[in-house]
């Protein structure tokens, strides 16, 4: 019997470096991965497969003796406000977990912890979020409140047939993530933000700490409607650059591609021009993992060690050091650990 974490070949995770393969997961194409010794449960997709065809893992997958086969699965789900664009990996049946992408990034940031999970029984998925997703792109910024943000956490999650589950997010999806499980905290086994303090320990810090107040202008100027064309300007190098060079070159492209579409870049930016939530959001109290980066360049120390005030529930604070903001892409397999030992 095999011990330990099973051991890849042919495509993926070799020797624990991040070499994707076969076709290229920035672009969406199809993506799989063997398993040496492991031979992983039925994986089946919920929703519309983007291309056309539902992948599972069975007997007949065997690639030689021993050696199976599982796939990251690219999924079209279908809500009431339109059709979000998603990955997912793991058997149908297992514990679910639901990903959330910050800005200016996608459901990619989080490949390899959906990978993983997969590998270990549980159903993860991460979504294009609104806007990003170019089947729910809707033009007025008011349609890109706290209120409808949550509203297609918990739309996906039906679809997904998803009645309780695990909840993840980094950066803007870790703010949407707290505000989830500040108002359904009945549909949250656990929840796990990476970057993104508390919306209450970020608000005073913005106030107190002359240090966060001034991270935190970028919030403001953004909206201005001159930020796109800034943005994208000699081939969007503002944008290239806020990933300080953290994040592979080749997912950068691939955001760049995306948010280069027409509408694309309005649409997720639109989600800082949407104004303040209607209510105010008091203490969580899920099972709570936030983990914080020291080189973070958007949240500062004061809001992230206050953070634990405004949990309630089971609280677990980790603090990487020298690490960026870009925490699932620069250290995926450090978060993925810390991930699993939460979850479990």
Sequence with gaps: MQTGPPALVGAGYVDGAHRPLLGTIGSLRPFIVALKGVRPPLSGVVGTPKFGRTVECSTKDRITDGTWI????????????????????GPADGR???????FPQAAVAWEHPVHVLGRHGYRAVAFDQRGYSPGVRPERPAEYGVDSLVGDVLAVADVLGFGGFDLVGHDWGGAVAWWTAYEHPERLRTLTVVSTPHPRALADAMKTDEDQHMRSAYMTEWRSSTTEKRM??????????????KVPPSRV??????????????AALNWYRAGRPGGRIEHVTVPTMYVWSTE??????????DTGKWVKGRYRFEML????????EQVPEVLTSLLLEHLS
């Excluded at 492209?253 to 309005?266: F, I, K, M, N, W």
């Excluded at 973070?296 to 060690?305: H, N």
């Design 253 to 266: 492209d691939e955001y760049v591609r995306r948010l280069s579409e027409p509408g694309a870049l309005t």
């Design 232 to 245: 994208l300007a000699d081939n969007a190098d503002a944008l290239r650059r806020m990933f300080e060079w």
């Design 296 to 305: 973070d360049v958007a949240f500062g120390s004061t809001a992230a060690l």
């Design 70 to 89: 599982t796939v990251i699965e690219q999924l079209a789900v279908e809500t009431g406000e339109g059709v979000f664009d998603a990955i997912a990996a």
């Design 321 to 328: 050091e020298d690490v960026s903001h870009w925490v699932p």
């Design 96 to 102: 679910p977990v639901l990903l959330l992408h910050g």
